[in-house]
């Protein structure tokens, strides 16, 4: 992965046990229509471990409470449980200060908190904001919707055949208008890992704040804010073996500070009069009402549960997994891989020669491989391509080389059903 995550390459990661980690995952010795399941559509959403399952328990079990309201034992539990998993996310993602994590429900309300509340207060027509070809939807609607409300302008930055972005054309793009660089740190539809922090030094050079896309990036290598030097960025949880309904947007303190809430309720407030309404301190002016406590618990015991495994231990098997699975589907004739970037996450997307990527999927799921089938909400990554869609195969920790082996015999035998 990206410049910080090239130097993980190098180092010696400690060996995965992948056995030990299923143990965690009991979901996964499940058969699925007679077939052992191969779960590859982590891209979409990662599996659970007991360790995460069972924090939220005993949340609702021990200490269900509402947070930073009651002076009662259990809402003051709940309250330490809340604030120490912002400390968890703090640490994971390197940040300066707690004030800067503020919990969302995932990537797509982190980017429409920054649109709304910094974009709105911010931008004025002809103001520009680039994006890369490779965005997915969730950071190319929200700031069409600015557009319309502001008069904000997009600027596309091209990719190349492989799915690389274009930096030279990205370069060119920076101009005395832009006011916002909002890239994915890696590409959902191929894998593409950007180059992050060149990115964030080339806007910087300009004067230009830069949101990182993190959603597929965070589970698959370490991610270092203050390495990175990125103004925002923003992650799923659900995408990190944590619940779904719970995410991060991390932006630097100055920036927060100076940025309107945008949602209005209880909590963001410190003293309300009809007449006039005082805001509470960061983070708390962004996370209006009753959070989603249960899902920030599990999200804090899903970041201990990785550390435990270590992000460069991850890296390190995912990109074996990849390396295996490139390899296998070079073998495969009538099988195209759709992005080929020299730096890749743990993602395989692919065309099977006249057969449509749904009924790639179709007959994938008969043999108990999971896998995603679409424009996986990055159409203008498929109009680039000139496809509907590709299928995409997506790795994570608990995945193993047999199941690479599923995958690919499961392709084999769909090619054989359509006759290819
Ligand atoms: N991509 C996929 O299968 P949410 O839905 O808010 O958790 O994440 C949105 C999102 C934003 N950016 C990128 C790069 C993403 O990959 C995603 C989610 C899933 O590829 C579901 S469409």
Same mark, same amino acid.
């Given at each position: 992965m990206?410049?910080?995550h090239d130097e993980v390459r190098h180092l010696q990661a400690p060996a995965l046990d992948v056995?030990?980690v299923?143990?965690?995952?009991?979901?996964?010795?499940?058969?699925?229509?007679?077939? @052992?399941?191969?779960?590859?559509?982590? =891209?979409?959403?990662?599996?659970?471990?007991?360790?995460?399952?069972?924090?939220?328990?005993? +949340? +609702?079990?021990?200490?269900?409470?509402?947070?930073?309201?009651?002076?009662?034992?259990?809402?003051?539990?709940?309250?330490?449980?809340?604030? =120490?998993?912002?400390?968890? /996310?703090?640490?994971?993602?390197?940040?300066?200060?707690?004030?800067? !994590?503020?919990? /969302?429900?995932?990537?797509?309300?982190?980017?429409?908190?920054?649109?709304?509340?910094?974009?709105?207060?911010?931008?004025?027509?002809?103001?520009?904001?680039?994006?890369?070809?490779?965005?997915?939807?969730?950071? !190319?609607? %929200?700031?069409?919707?600015?557009?319309?409300?502001?008069? #904000?302008?997009?600027?596309?930055? %091209?990719?190349?055949?492989?799915?690389?972005?274009?930096?030279?054309?990205?370069?060119? $793009? $920076?101009?005395?208008?832009?006011?916002?660089?909002?890239?994915?740190?890696?590409?959902?539809?191929?894998?593409?890992?950007?180059?992050?922090?060149?990115?964030?030094?080339?806007?910087?050079?300009?004067?230009?704040?830069?949101?990182?896309?993190?959603?597929?990036?965070?589970a698959h290598g370490p991610?270092?804010?203050?390495?990175?030097?990125?103004?925002? +960025?923003?992650?799923?949880?659900?995408?990190?073996?944590? @619940?779904?309904?719970?995410?991060?947007?991390?932006?630097?303190?100055?920036? $927060?500070?100076?940025?309107?809430?945008?949602?209005?309720?209880?909590?963001?407030?410190?003293?309300?009069?009809?007449?006039?309404?005082? +805001?509470?301190?960061? %983070?708390?002016?962004?996370?209006?009402?009753? %959070?989603?406590?249960?899902?920030?618990?599990?999200?804090?015991?899903?970041?201990?549960?990785v550390?435990?495994i270590g992000l460069e231990a991850i890296a390190a098997h995912e990109a074996e997994l990849l390396r295996h699975? #490139?390899?296998?589907?070079?073998?495969? @004739?009538?099988?195209?891989?759709?992005?080929? =970037?020299?730096?890749k996450a743990a993602?395989?997307?692919? /065309?099977?020669?006249?057969?449509?990527?749904?009924?790639?999927?179709?007959?994938?799921?008969?043999?108990?491989?999971?896998?995603?089938?679409?424009?996986?909400?990055?159409?203008?990554?498929?109009?680039?391509?000139?496809?509907?869609?590709?299928?995409? =195969?997506?790795f994570a920790v608990?995945n #193993?080389h047999?199941?690479?082996?599923? $995958?690919?015999?499961?392709?084999?035998?769909?090619?054989?059903?359509?006759?290819?």
């Amino acid at each position: 992965m990206s410049a910080i995550h090239d130097e993980v390459r190098h180092l010696q990661a400690p060996a995965l046990d992948v056995e030990t980690v299923r143990a965690d995952f009991p979901i996964l010795a499940q058969t699925v229509r007679g077939k @052992p399941l191969a779960y590859l559509d982590n =891209a979409a959403t990662t599996q659970k471990p007991l360790a995460v399952i069972e924090a939220e328990r005993r +949340y +609702y079990l021990e200490y269900n409470s509402n947070i930073h309201r009651g002076v009662h034992l259990l809402s003051q539990k709940a309250t330490d449980a809340y604030e =120490a998993a912002r400390e968890k /996310v703090r640490r994971f993602l390197n940040a300066r200060h707690a004030e800067e !994590i503020v919990f /969302v429900r995932g990537t797509t309300e982190a980017i429409n908190l920054v649109a709304q509340s910094w974009g709105r207060s911010q931008l004025k027509p002809g103001d520009e904001i680039v994006l890369s070809l490779l965005e997915h939807h969730s950071n !190319i609607v %929200p700031w069409q919707l600015l557009g319309q409300q502001t008069g #904000t302008v997009l600027k596309v930055a %091209p990719i190349n055949d492989a799915g690389e972005l274009m930096f030279e054309e990205f370069l060119r $793009l $920076l101009g005395p208008r832009t006011r916002l660089v909002a890239v994915a740190h890696v590409s959902n539809a191929l894998g593409t890992v950007n180059p992050a922090r060149a990115i964030v030094e080339a806007a910087h050079e300009r004067g230009v704040p830069v949101l990182l896309d993190g959603a597929q990036a965070a589970a698959h290598g370490p991610v270092d804010v203050q390495a990175l030097d990125c103004d925002f +960025y923003a992650l799923s949880g659900h995408k990190l073996y944590a @619940p779904t309904g719970i995410g991060v947007l991390y932006g630097k303190r100055e920036l $927060l500070e100076a940025m309107p809430p945008w949602q209005g309720g209880g909590d963001m407030i410190r003293t309300v009069s009809f007449d006039k309404t005082e +805001y509470n301190v960061l %983070p708390h002016k962004f996370e209006a009402g009753t %959070p989603n406590i249960a899902g920030t618990i599990g999200l804090g015991a899903a970041l201990d549960y990785v550390a435990g495994i270590g992000l460069e231990a991850i890296a390190a098997h995912e990109a074996e997994l990849l390396r295996h699975a #490139t390899e296998e589907a070079r073998r495969i @004739p009538g099988m195209r891989l759709v992005g080929t =970037a020299r730096d890749k996450a743990a993602i395989l997307s692919f /065309v099977l020669e006249g057969i449509h990527p749904h009924d790639v999927g179709t007959i994938l799921d008969s043999e108990g491989v999971a896998i995603r089938a679409g424009h996986h909400c990055a159409m203008p990554v498929m109009t680039r391509f000139g496809i509907p869609g590709t299928a995409r =195969a997506s790795f994570a920790v608990y995945n #193993t080389h047999a199941e690479v082996d599923a $995958l690919m015999a499961a392709i084999r035998k769909a090619q054989k059903f359509f006759g290819r």
